[in-house]
């Protein structure tokens, strides 16, 4: 019989306490009691079809089942919570809703894998006994998805976003709109979804959200505690925006659309007003579907704007996006530019040699991000056989997206917010696609931005992630088997 701390919990929570001898069973007459109707309904769900069991979700005292309540514990973050296991009963105590959802995410990875299964299972559906006391490292655990360079519908992502949520990821970024296409409907400039958002890499018809779509997600998202974050690239990556609106365009003529995989060709005309009317005007209806905090503007590999254009440039827009109360973040080419109060830098170059551009955004006392490319880069390819991605930052395998420390990457940079994994997806089609360049490594990274620096190391990772892929494949996650990882 194993102890709690024993179990495979993935990302490890802060604080583990076994009690030994003592065990949980789930029995059929179970009831589920809870101070938040949702949290105890999406409990109920998600263990309704593997058990059989009725699970009513009741208001009263709990003879035996599972308790969620919202109350003051000695935690102060929002997301942590506590959970304890004894004979009759587990109870999971946070002061927020958040921090109730963690709590259960924990407890389901306490359950046997075959919990995970959308059919009865035999069970027996025993938790060993025990306290876990939990809360994050960071505040920002995120992924990214390129929705340009390939559209994918927003099922797949509210499937992704349930990927995230399960490892307690908070955040997920979309990258709305790039050379090879614009993906979110805008009312003022409607020929961006119609016309840029019409193909992809490749040639294929692409497609785009429409304001309904967007904010569809935005609400499935938030029911999982996760922030979408959007991203309009400016003032390169716009060959899309160029070709649905020529004016946009120093010489006035439309581009051809865009179907390569190459970067840093186009540019918006920054010397034109129109180019600001347009940048305020997407802006304005982008913020107004985003209750998050942030908003993404881009601002890489703008190779194609000049230096001078480019500082212009950001100095008009930035603070466009703190007047409609949204903070800005940019991809760490922005560090020079004159910067708005709590300005965020997602740095995304390799781990040893930060370059001149995060130094500035450091020495402004911009917010760092961070998803160095050589660890982080879900689009990387795990090794040279994997039979998509790309390699220009190099093979990132399971353990190279775990083992380093966030803390210690860039010296210097006090104001670490977190850590995010972008999947660029000039080479990713398909759902399955996606799942195999991001698992195993997203829920490395989940970890990485959850747990605590000293309850990792790779030997005790690699044993408690191994046991994750029978649950991936009940959940139909197809994954790449890194021969690192002990796979049952
Ligand atoms: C660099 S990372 C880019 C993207 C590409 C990616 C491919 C960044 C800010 N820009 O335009 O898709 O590399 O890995």
Same mark, same amino acid.
């Given at each position: ?25 789930? %029995? ?19 263990? %309704? ?111 992704? #976003? =349930? ?87 120093? =010489? ?29 005007? #997407? ?83 911009? %917010? ?6 050589? %660890? ?56 399955? =696609? ?55």
């Amino acid at each position: 019989m194993l102890t709690i701390d024993e179990l495979t919990v993935v990302p490890m929570p802060a604080e583990v306490i076994p009690s030994p001898g003592v065990l949980f069973t789930l %029995r059929p007459g179970a009831t589920i009691r809870s101070g938040s109707a949702f949290a105890g309904q999406q409990l109920a769900e998600a263990l %309704r079809p593997a058990t059989g069991f009725p699970l009513p979700v009741v208001d009263g005292p709990v003879e035996h089942g599972i308790e969620l309540v919202l109350a003051e514990i000695p935690e102060t973050s929002p997301e942590a919570y506590v959970l304890e296991i004894d004979e009759r009963r587990i109870a999971v105590t946070a002061r927020a809703e958040a921090g109730l959802f963690y709590g259960v995410q924990t407890l389901l990875q306490l359950l046997p894998s075959t919990v995970e299964a959308r059919t009865v299972q035999a069970g027996p559906w025993t938790v060993p006994g025990g306290r876990i006391a939990d809360r994050p490292r960071y505040g920002y655990r995120g992924a990214m998805l390129d929705v340009a360079r390939h559209f994918f519908g927003v099922e797949v992502l509210m499937r992704f #976003v =349930d990927r995230l949520s399960r490892y307690k990821m908070n955040i997920l970024h979309l990258h709305l709109s790039d050379d090879q296409g614009w993906r979110i409907a805008v009312d003022a400039w409607p020929r961006l979804a119609t016309v840029g958002g019409a193909t992809q890499v490749g040639g294929g018809t692409g497609g785009h959200y429409t304001k309904a779509q967007y904010a569809e997600l935005v609400r499935y998202a938030a029911a999982r505690h996760v922030t979408i974050v959007p991203e309009i690239d400016m003032p390169g990556h716009v060959n899309a925006a160029l070709a649905a609106y020529p004016e946009l365009n120093d =010489d006035g003529v439309a581009p051809p659309a865009y179907t390569g995989v190459d970067v840093g060709f186009s540019t918006l005309s920054v010397g034109k007003d129109v180019t600001y009317t347009f940048a305020r005007q #997407v802006l304005e209806e982008v913020a107004a579907l985003t209750p998050g905090p942030y908003l993404h503007i881009g601002g890489d590999e703008a190779q194609s704007t000049q230096t001078a254009d480019y500082l212009e440039f950001l100095r008009r827009v930035q603070p466009m996006v703190t007047a409609l109360g949204k903070t800005v973040v940019g991809w760490h080419q922005v560090g020079p530019a004159a910067r708005e109060p709590g300005r965020i830098a997602q740095y995304w170059g390799h781990t040893p040699e930060p370059d001149e551009d995060v130094r500035a955004a450091i020495a402004q006392g911009d %917010r760092i991000l961070l998803s160095p490319a050589d %660890r982080v880069y879900l689009d990387m390819k795990y090794t040279p056989e994997t039979p998509i991605g790309l390699d220009w930052a190099g093979h990132v395998s399971t353990r190279t997206a775990y083992d380093w420390d966030p803390a210690t990457l860039l010296p210097g940079a006090p104001d670490v917010i977190g850590v995010e994994a972008p999947l660029w997806t000039e080479t990713v089609a398909t759902e399955a =696609d996606i799942d195999l360049l991001a698992f195993p490594r997203l829920p490395a990274i989940a970890e990485l931005a959850w747990s605590p620096q000293p309850a990792r190391d790779w030997p005790g990772f690699r044993a408690r992630l191994a046991a994750h892929g029978p649950r991936w494949a009940h959940r139909g996650i197809g994954y790449h088997p890194d021969p690192e990882i002990p796979w049952p």
